[in-house]
């Protein structure tokens, strides 16, 4: 295989928050997007490192730029914020798919 077959542009992947506690609180799975592949910078800050009070406000912005809706686009804005619960499991699944 030569390695220019794996450079591709990233494409959505789609993120689903279907645990018990969700799904009873808002009747549904909660869905978002996320880019496949993340430049490396982004990858190398944040990929396997343990949420905790010093990395939580950076981890958070990042995770603000990740949580995309199905046509790429922020969701979340200086406007718009989702629900703690919502949020915090955001960031777990945006921390599980930088580690894939």
């Not at 592949?37 to 912005?61: H, N, S």
Request: proline share 4%; net charge negative.
């Amino acid at each position: 295989m030569k390695i220019q077959e794996l450079a591709v542009k990233p494409s959505l992947i789609k993120i689903t928050l279907d645990d018990k506690a969700i799904v009873e609180q808002y009747g549904d799975a909660i869905e978002f997007f996320v880019w496949d592949r993340q430049p490396l910078e982004k990858f190398m800050r944040f990929a396997g490192q343990k949420v905790d009070a010093d990395t939580l406000p950076e981890m958070i912005e990042f995770c603000n730029q990740m949580i995309l809706d199905e046509e790429g686009n922020k969701i979340l804005t200086d406007e718009k914020i989702l629900p703690t619960s919502v949020m915090t499991r955001c960031i777990t699944k945006v921390m599980e798919q930088l580690g894939k």
